[in-house]
């Protein structure tokens, strides 16, 4: 197991277009998260998963945006209809076992909407 | 609601230097605090947590309710310190959800 990897790593879309990204946590964690980046900020929270149960979303999280987490593994993060404020890294964590409340970054995947 | 204040944008100092990075924060119960660090072209990751009561890296930081803050301090920095530092903060209720400060900037000068 490598960590929480994250694809594509760069996306570059023209405004409108829908966008798909996916997060593989590590393997025996239970937890996912999605956070959101942008130049001078820290991570905002956008959602997060306990196995395949989204149990809670940000207000940041509009109804362009829509995450799943299918078998409790992998996760998705779908955004429609692309605007240039989107454009940000957009960062997958993970956390569970003993250690429920230390998150594990993935590199993140930077999006660029033009 | 939930707030993590650093204010320090960007922090120089020379090697060998102490260093200390502000963090406050805003929550009405009882919080889990953090900091977590990114160096250069890695990804974030934990440096260390109030609970732990731990010395990471020679770094040390104490959570004081009374000030609401949860600084984070080194004696002698080194240059392999030069990095991104955000301070972040877990209410009881959030079920793991992390609020973060917006980063203090370390630079170690040699």
């Known amino acids: 197991d490598t960590g929480v990897s994250q694809d594509p790593r760069h996306k570059i879309t023209k405004r409108g277009q829908n966008v798909t990204f996916r997060c593989d946590p590590i393997s025996e964690h239970n937890r996912l998260y999605w956070y959101r980046q942008t130049l001078g900020q820290g991570p905002e929270f956008l959602t997060y998963?306990?196995?395949?149960?989204?149990?809670?979303k940000s207000r940041l999280l509009s109804d362009r945006f829509s995450a799943e987490r299918p078998k409790g593994s992998f996760s998705t993060l779908e955004i429609q209809r692309t605007e240039q404020g989107d454009s940000a890294m957009y960062l997958c964590?993970?956390?569970?076992?003993?250690?429920?409340?230390?998150?594990?970054f993935g590199a993140g995947s930077r999006l660029t909407v033009l | 609601a939930q707030r993590v204040t650093q204010p320090e944008k960007l922090l120089s100092v020379f090697k060998g230097a102490p260093v200390e990075l502000k963090c406050n924060y805003s929550y009405s119960g009882s919080p889990e605090l953090f900091w977590y660090v990114q160096y250069s072209r890695q990804r974030l990751q934990l440096l260390l947590r109030h609970i732990s009561r731990e010395s990471i890296k020679g770094f040390t930081a104490d959570l004081n309710k009374g000030e609401t803050s949860f600084h984070l301090k080194k004696p002698f920095a080194q240059e392999e310190d030069s990095a991104m530092y955000y301070c972040?903060?877990?209410?009881?209720?959030?079920?793991?959800?992390?609020?973060f400060g917006r980063g203090t900037q370390l630079t170690v000068w040699p």
């Open positions: 998963f306990q196995n395949e149960a989204q149990l809670e």
């Open positions: 972040a903060l877990r209410g009881g209720s959030t079920l793991g959800r992390l609020y």
């Open positions: 964590a993970s956390s569970g076992g003993a250690g429920a409340n230390v998150l594990t």
